[in-house]
């Protein structure tokens, strides 16, 4: 008979690379959120599920139960087998422990392969990521990276984190680029996903020194920044970079290609036509028909997005605040880098 896994026993066991931890649910459920690492086997597909859901609410449970047997029994063999091919050490997990993973995790040790199950499902991990959020006390410091749109500040923490510093993706985690434009070519992250993503990197450098993160505001598409993180950000130190506007507009370009999107900038578009003036908006959104996308972006940026943020500039002290004026962002990069090696920097 398969045994139970606490939470705590699975995160040790997946520290230690030694546990394969398989979600039951349907692909949706798994799509919505999931155990980072994670693979997907479910018990039922998504029609599946709701068919059976229905027979609980109009039928009956016995009658729910008797009709999820009589799916699942259909796609054993493929399930046991998928199951057996993983490596290492299986735990199965459903929402909260229930059916699902009972049912599977039953079937496939009985088929001789030893499986654990989740005691409490996912439900039991969710509840772990809010209370360590709502509970959690970020010690290290924060090097903040702000500048004009356009100066690649996501490209800069992604070269960084590639060369081992601890930084905090927080867009990369929110699957969105937290502007009006910054969903376009993406399917932006839910909050529980943004949660699950966060927490892990958060324990991950909680003991080094510093974290470089974006300059975000508190919400980054559909996900929320918990306030401990928005201090500590407005706590940190403000670097400020500084491109030449060409640079900006060609480093937007290769981002957002906006002529694979041209339907959904213009409807980005409209979301902040009203904020420009009347005849400057009317040239933006000719230029986005005609997908003279360089002369729009240099427009959004002379007339939106540039005195937007000289306006944000003035919320931080001076002493907080380090300007890197490079060429572009392979230069703005090896002067951050230099900066951290700076002791007193912190002081």
């Known amino acids: ?173 929110a699957n969105h680029r937290g502007s009006i434009f910054g969903q376009i070519g993406r399917k932006p992250h839910n909050q529980k996903k943004f949660d699950s993503l966060l927490v892990h990197e958060l324990l991950r450098y909680q003991d080094d020194e510093y974290v470089l993160m974006e300059g975000e505001s508190k919400r980054i598409g559909k996900a929320v920044l918990p306030s401990f993180l928005m201090d500590k950000k407005d706590e940190g130190v403000q670097i400020y970079i500084e491109l030449p506007k060409e640079e900006r507009v060609r480093i937007i370009l290769d981002e957002y290609q906006p002529w694979n999107y041209p339907e959904e900038c213009i409807e980005a578009f409209h979301m902040i036509k009203k904020r420009i003036h009347t005849p400057v908006a009317k040239e933006i959104e000719q230029a986005l028909h005609d997908e003279n996308f360089e002369i729009a972006i240099e427009l959004l940026l002379d007339y939106y997005y540039d005195p937007r943020y000289q306006h944000s500039i003035t919320q931080y002290a001076e002493d907080q605040i380090i300007p890197i004026k490079a060429k572009n962002t392979e230069d703005a990069t090896q002067q951050i880098k230099q900066l951290l090696t700076k002791k007193n920097v912190l002081h």
């Open 1 to 173: 008979m398969f045994q139970e896994m606490t939470l705590e026993e699975l995160q040790s066991k997946a520290k230690q690379g030694k546990l394969t931890i398989i979600d039951v649910r349907s692909p949706s459920e798994y799509e919505d959120s999931k155990i980072p690492n994670s693979v997907n086997i479910p018990v039922f597909d998504d029609e599946e599920r709701k068919e059976v859901g229905t027979i609980y609410k109009q039928v009956s449970p016995k009658a729910a139960r008797e009709r999820g047997i009589e799916i699942f029994s259909a796609k054993l063999p493929q399930f046991i087998n998928e199951v057996k091919e993983l490596d290492g050490e299986k735990v199965v997990y459903c929402w909260r422990g229930g059916m699902r993973s009972k049912a599977a995790a039953t079937v496939v040790d009985l088929a001789g392969t030893p499986v654990f199950r989740l005691n409490g499902g996912f439900r039991t991990y969710r509840n772990w990521v809010v209370n360590t959020l709502e509970n959690f006390d970020m010690k290290p410091h924060a090097f903040v990276l702000n500048g004009y749109t356009g100066t690649g500040k996501t490209e800069i923490l992604q070269k960084l984190k590639s060369e081992g510093y601890p930084v905090l993706d927080l867009e990369g985690m």
